[in-house]
């Protein structure tokens, strides 16, 4: 008798199917945690509340912390021309995070303590922006970032591109430090 021959007789088509399914199911819920994932960024979360509650308002006004519900209390805006040794200088602690050259950065601090960065690369400097992106007017700062609390209250202005719109965002309460 051949010793392959037990393993064979062993083989359950049950159990095979079984195991099918399992797998089946996990990637199915992974690629639907991906798409809620996707509506979890900054960005897209900014712009979904936008979209639908500033249609058609001329002064519309957002509070980001109502906007952003996640933990935080300070939130840093880097434009795509920041450096690492400019944020880490923002922060007030080395920036080891992966830093992609000429993208729009997002850090949120709780308690002095990274809690989610984004960024948000720039494909043409000469068009930095396309449909549905989110930036936040620094133009006024000396530096290329902004840091802003809970309370910060922003205006929306809605920016044509070639692809749809923007929004720009001013602070209006101006809780920009530094």
């Not at 400019?86 to 002095?112: D, M």
């Not at 929306?156 to 923007?166: A, H």
């Amino acid at each position: 008798m051949n010793e392959a021959e037990p393993c064979m007789s062993s083989f359950q088509p049950g159990k095979l199917l079984a195991i099918l399914f399992l797998v089946l199911c996990f990637c199915t819920l992974s690629c639907g945690k991906t798409a809620d994932l996707e509506s979890e960024k900054v960005e897209v979360t900014i712009s979904q509340y936008v979209r639908s509650h500033c249609a058609d308002i001329k002064d519309c006004r957002l509070s980001i912390g109502e906007v952003l519900q996640f933990p935080w209390d300070e939130m840093y805006f880097f434009d795509y021309k920041a450096e690492t040794e400019e944020v880490s200088k923002a922060l007030g602690f080395e920036y080891i995070g992966r830093s992609r050259e000429f993208s729009r950065k997002w850090i949120f601090l709780l308690h002095k303590q990274i809690v989610k960065i984004e960024e948000y690369p720039v494909f043409e400097i000469d068009r930095p922006f396309t449909s549905g992106d989110i930036d936040i007017d620094i133009s006024n700062n000396r530096e290329r970032f902004a840091r802003f609390t809970r309370r910060a209250e922003f205006t929306v202005d809605s920016v044509d591109v070639d692809s749809g719109n923007f929004f720009r965002l001013s602070c209006s309460n101006c809780e920009a430090a530094e």
